[in-house]
């Protein structure tokens, strides 16, 4: 199937301002079958920026809704989110509540922060923790995020490294845990086309490590119709 997995809309405040049926009519132009809405996933209480407000969950899950019955014979439309795990929010159920919308067909897990302890998050570090011990943090994120059994897939998981300057053998060990997770719980991992466009967000050495051993899938990330294409 010609695809375009991992798109965002205007709603999360870092993407062109354009309503959601532009970008299902670029993909009809490019020949797309299929496209994968995932916008950043709201939190109750909006303690986090970069995403969409908790009340406009509804608005977008009910936009693309209508979009999707209006094009049907057209493209298929798919409607998620991309989320980080935090085990507070989990334990409060939000996950759940999410995977029980029946507006929502899949999450997918995509780790910009953890929560280092209850309430705290690493973004709260200062830059030396931060280039030391980010990745250490976001890998041990994604692992319970995958244990936790609520995503469909893991997103840029190569990303934690964006800090770091040169790969070495802590890295290399955290690459493993996360492929061996992915394999035992069967959860492909994207390959994601905005990483390979910025710097040291995008690790051949992470994919070659995986290569063979887990599913993997094509994401473009893509934040403006520009970045519409068939990978």
């Not at 995008?202 to 051993?213: D, I, P, S, V």
């Amino acid at each position: 199937m010609k695809k375009l997995f991992h798109v965002h809309t205007f709603r999360c405040g870092h993407a062109e301002e354009v309503p959601d049926e532009e970008y299902i009519k670029r993909a009809i132009e490019l020949g797309a079958e299929g496209i994968w809405f995932t916008d950043h996933a709201p939190f109750p209480g909006d303690p986090f920026g970069n995403r969409m407000l908790y009340a406009e969950l509804p608005e977008y899950i009910d936009t693309l809704q209508a979009l999707k019955e209006k094009y049907r014979q057209q493209l298929e439309v798919h409607i998620g989110l991309e989320t980080e795990y935090f085990p507070t929010f989990d334990k409060a159920g939000y996950y759940r509540e999410l995977r029980e919308n029946p507006g929502l067909e899949f999450l997918i897990l995509g780790q910009h922060m953890a929560e280092d302890v209850p309430g705290r998050y690493t973004y709260s570090w200062d830059r030396e923790r931060l280039k030391a011990e980010e990745y250490l943090a976001l890998g041990a994120a994604i692992l319970q995020g995958m244990e936790s059994g609520y995503f469909e897939v893991v997103a840029h998981p190569d990303r934690i490294y964006r800090r770091r300057k040169g790969w070495d053998d802590a890295m290399a060990q955290m690459a493993e845990r996360i492929i061996a997770a992915a394999k035992k719980y069967d959860l492909p991992m994207e390959l994601n086309e905005a990483s390979r466009q910025r710097k040291n967000q995008y690790w051949e050495e992470f994919w070659n490590l995986a290569q063979g051993r887990v599913k993997m899938v094509r994401g473009l990330d893509a934040h403006s119709l520009e970045e519409l294409k068939i990978l």
